[in-house]
């Protein structure tokens, strides 16, 4: 294959000599894609990658990564600008609008998502049907799915107004479900969300909260909330995202593509990953262990593998990493906690980093590598930090989707394969068979 600048083609030979041409698209920064939607009209070859390693889904204008150089800009604005001097729903309204909003829209926005942060009360017996015990993760699947059975007048996906009503719906419902999850698993009552209180202390609220005294926000901890909201808010064609998109594709109604997108996120290779971090470092246990623990992450015949680190497109460090690190010295700090978990993450952090293995495939903490660690020292269970993550990462699902359908080219997503089964064969009578 020869790529030629000038006429900014691919072309293609195939073995028997015959010859096609592929267009080369350039984006606004980052890599050019070849066009490769008229290859099997033309050469009844289908591309295979698997993974999609070298795959551009789709076009978008959302989020953009550098892996290379550790750079994550949503809209154009750095994600450490972002986190060191936004808050999470100007990041929201960023994310879904593609401008920072003035003033009046930002407080607009505000109120809008305020107002609907309360879930329908007969939601509430959804609750009485799961066990106590129920991961968050499987309780946020079932109850977001089933928003689909209350809010019949946003699932009309053709129709701008409901898409937008289902956006503001999604994201200001996560923290009230997510919360009510917690709340459930440990036989408290559901606390009603505060419109006075701004996003991530409203979740802090309905999460600790009791009825019978006042609660006490902490500022430091509604920061840090708020912060780790905004470094989970979006991050390209992730699994999750292209599971949301691809649903989405097919017009089934939001609700049920967010759910698709949770039931993705909740895997250990992808946002269980934070859960499994805080097991792993509790299971190394101390600082002395760290060293066997990278033996075994390297080991070929051993399935364990240092949670929290290596990542598809950061080949250096993930920004949000460093972020979160800097926000987990900050908020421990802060509280006076001293969490020898941290010791040992951060022994893991510089034994790695020094490892050949990792530096050759490198493998850098990613953004799960100390987001546990906060949130433990917020005296979040650990059963709950994916579920943050999913609350957070709902705005960029319902940005993508909502991208996704106001995309022209857009067509139902359907993948073809490299079949290597059988070829066809009769069908053998049962007493005939071996
Ligand atoms: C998230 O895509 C996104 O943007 C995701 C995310 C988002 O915001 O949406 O950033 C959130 O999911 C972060 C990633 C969280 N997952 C983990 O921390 C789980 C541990 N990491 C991995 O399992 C792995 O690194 C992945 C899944 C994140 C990436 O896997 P890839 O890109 O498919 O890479 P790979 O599995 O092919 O690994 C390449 C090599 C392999 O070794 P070799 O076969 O070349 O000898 O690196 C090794 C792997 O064995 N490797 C690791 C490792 N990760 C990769 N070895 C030890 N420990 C690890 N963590």
Same mark, same amino acid.
């Given at each position: 294959?020869?790529?030629?600048?000038?006429?900014?083609?691919?072309?293609?030979? *195939?073995?028997?000599?015959?010859?096609?041409?592929?267009?080369?698209?350039?984006?606004?920064?980052?890599?050019?894609?070849?066009?490769?939607?008229?290859?099997?009209?033309?050469?009844?070859?289908?591309?295979?990658?698997?993974?999609?390693?070298?795959? !551009?889904? &789709?076009?978008?204008?959302?989020?953009?990564? *550098? !892996?290379?150089? !550790?750079?994550?800009?949503?809209?154009?604005?750095?994600?450490?600008?972002?986190?060191?001097?936004?808050?999470?729903?100007?990041?929201?309204?960023?994310?879904?609008?593609?401008?920072?909003?003035?003033?009046? $829209?930002?407080?607009?926005?505000?109120?809008?998502?305020?107002?609907?942060?309360?879930?329908?009360? $007969?939601?509430?017996?959804?609750?009485?049907?799961? %066990?106590?015990?129920?991961?968050? =993760?499987?309780?946020?699947?079932?109850?977001?799915?089933?928003?689909?059975?209350?809010?019949?007048?946003?699932?009309?996906?053709?129709?701008? %107004? #409901?898409?937008?009503?289902?956006?503001?719906?999604?994201?200001?419902?996560?923290?009230?479900?997510?919360?009510?999850?917690?709340?459930?698993?440990?036989? $408290?009552?559901?606390?009603?969300?505060?419109?006075?209180?701004?996003? @991530?202390?409203?979740?802090?609220?309905?999460?600790?909260?009791?009825?019978?005294?006042?609660?006490?926000?902490?500022?430091?901890?509604?920061?840090?909330? *708020?912060?780790?909201?905004?470094?989970?808010?979006?991050?390209?064609?992730?699994?999750?995202?292209?599971?949301?998109?691809?649903?989405?594709?097919?017009?089934?109604?939001?609700?049920? &593509?967010?759910?698709?997108?949770?039931?993705?996120?909740?895997?250990? @290779?992808?946002?269980?990953?934070?859960?499994?971090?805080? /097991?792993?470092?509790?299971?190394? !246990?101390?600082?002395?262990?760290?060293?066997?623990?990278?033996?075994?992450?390297? *080991?070929?015949?051993?399935?364990?593998?240092?949670?929290?680190?290596?990542?598809?497109?950061?080949?250096?460090?993930?920004? %949000?990493?460093?972020?979160? #690190?800097?926000? &987990?010295?900050?908020? +421990?700090?802060? +509280?006076?906690?001293?969490?020898?978990?941290?010791?040992?993450?951060?022994?893991? /952090?510089?034994?790695?980093?020094?490892?050949?293995?990792?530096?050759?495939?490198?493998?850098?903490?990613?953004?799960?590598?100390?987001?546990?660690?906060?949130?433990?020292?917020?005296?979040?269970?650990?059963? =709950?930090?994916? @579920?943050?993550?999913?609350?957070?990462?709902?705005?960029?699902?319902?940005?993508?989707?909502?991208?996704?359908?106001?995309?022209?080219?857009?067509?139902?997503?359907?993948? %073809?394969?490299?079949?290597?089964?059988?070829? $066809?064969?009769?069908?053998?009578?049962?007493?005939?068979?071996?």
């Amino acid at each position: 294959m020869t790529a030629k600048g000038a006429n900014k083609v691919a072309t293609l030979t *195939d073995p028997t000599g015959k010859t096609i041409q592929l267009p080369i698209i350039d984006g606004s920064i980052g890599p050019s894609v070849i066009d490769v939607r008229k290859l099997y009209s033309d050469t009844g070859h289908f591309t295979y990658d698997p993974g999609y390693t070298s795959t !551009g889904s &789709c076009e978008s204008k959302i989020t953009y990564i *550098d !892996g290379d150089q !550790g750079i994550l800009l949503h809209r154009g604005y750095a994600i450490e600008e972002l986190a060191d001097k936004g808050d999470f729903l100007e990041v929201a309204y960023l994310i879904l609008n593609g401008e920072l909003p003035n003033k009046e $829209q930002k407080a607009g926005f505000v109120k809008n998502v305020t107002y609907h942060t309360m879930v329908h009360e $007969q939601m509430t017996q959804f609750w009485r049907g799961f %066990r106590r015990d129920a991961h968050p =993760m499987a309780v946020m699947c079932g109850v977001v799915g089933a928003m689909a059975a209350f809010y019949h007048d946003s699932t009309n996906i053709s129709d701008p %107004r #409901q898409r937008k009503i289902a956006s503001y719906r999604l994201i200001a419902k996560m923290p009230t479900i997510a919360a009510m999850a917690y709340k459930y698993s440990v036989g $408290q009552p559901f606390m009603y969300p505060q419109n006075k209180l701004n996003y @991530a202390e409203n979740f802090l609220y309905m999460m600790f909260g009791i009825p019978c005294e006042e609660y006490k926000m902490s500022p430091v901890l509604a920061k840090a909330m *708020d912060r780790i909201f905004i470094l989970h808010a979006d991050h390209e064609q992730n699994a999750s995202t292209s599971t949301v998109r691809l649903a989405g594709s097919s017009g089934a109604n939001p609700f049920a &593509c967010i759910a698709a997108g949770i039931a993705s996120l909740w895997g250990p @290779a992808h946002g269980g990953a934070n859960e499994a971090v805080l /097991e792993m470092l509790g299971e190394i !246990g101390s600082k002395d262990k760290v060293g066997d623990a990278v033996k075994r992450a390297k *080991d070929k015949d051993s399935s364990f593998r240092l949670m929290g680190f290596g990542h598809r497109v950061y080949k250096n460090f993930d920004p %949000r990493a460093k972020i979160m #690190q800097k926000t &987990c010295h900050e908020v +421990l700090g802060e +509280l006076g906690i001293k969490d020898p978990l941290l010791d040992v993450a951060m022994e893991l /952090e510089k034994v790695a980093l020094q490892d050949d293995y990792f530096v050759q495939r490198k493998l850098y903490p990613n953004v799960d590598f100390y987001s546990g660690i906060i949130l433990k020292a917020m005296g979040i269970p650990t059963s =709950m930090f994916t @579920a943050i993550f999913a609350l957070a990462r709902t705005v960029g699902w319902v940005a993508q989707w909502r991208e996704m359908i106001e995309d022209p080219q857009q067509k139902i997503g359907r993948p %073809r394969q490299l079949y290597t089964g059988q070829t $066809q064969r009769p069908y053998v009578a049962l007493e005939k068979r071996g």
